[in-house]
């Protein structure tokens, strides 16, 4: 089993940067993909971002490229998403998911999720 817990979400100004953590129970956290998605109210819930194992691959929706970047510390069991120029539309629920060996996009493929953290981006 794996516990995943979400930190580091708040409110924000339209062009300012948040980082969000994701803290990992288990000793198997080096052999999962992670990846984080998000829900705005009314939206469907999409992938964001997500890394490989060893972090030597990584997935951005067009949205975000350029402004977010994941990254992985496998000896702290942690993944962040560093969000920097946030705008309104980034405003949403944000969740830490995991799995196993390959990086997929749909919300059905992910086995493992934390609760989720609020991001609020004012204009």
């Known amino acids: 089993q794996v516990q995943l817990v979400e930190s580091g979400g708040g409110l924000v100004q339209s062009g300012g940067s948040l980082r969000l953590s994701c803290a990992a129970s288990?000793?198997?956290?080096?052999?999962?993909?992670m990846a984080w998605f998000r829900q705005a109210p009314g939206k469907e819930r999409e992938i964001v971002a997500a890394?490989?194992?060893?972090?030597?691959?990584?997935y951005y929706t067009d949205s975000v490229k350029g402004r977010f970047t994941i990254s992985r510390d496998n000896a702290k069991n942690t993944v962040y998403l560093q969000m920097n120029s946030l705008n309104a539309e980034d405003t949403a629920v944000y969740y830490c998911?995991?799995?196993?060996?390959?990086?997929?996009?749909?919300?059905?493929?992910?086995?493992?999720w934390g609760q989720g953290t609020q991001v609020t981006v004012s204009s």
């Open positions: 998911a995991g799995r196993r060996s390959t990086i997929l996009l749909a919300t059905s493929a992910y086995d493992y």
């Open positions: 288990g000793r198997t956290f080096s052999t999962y993909v």
């Open positions: 890394i490989s194992v060893t972090g030597g691959s990584r």
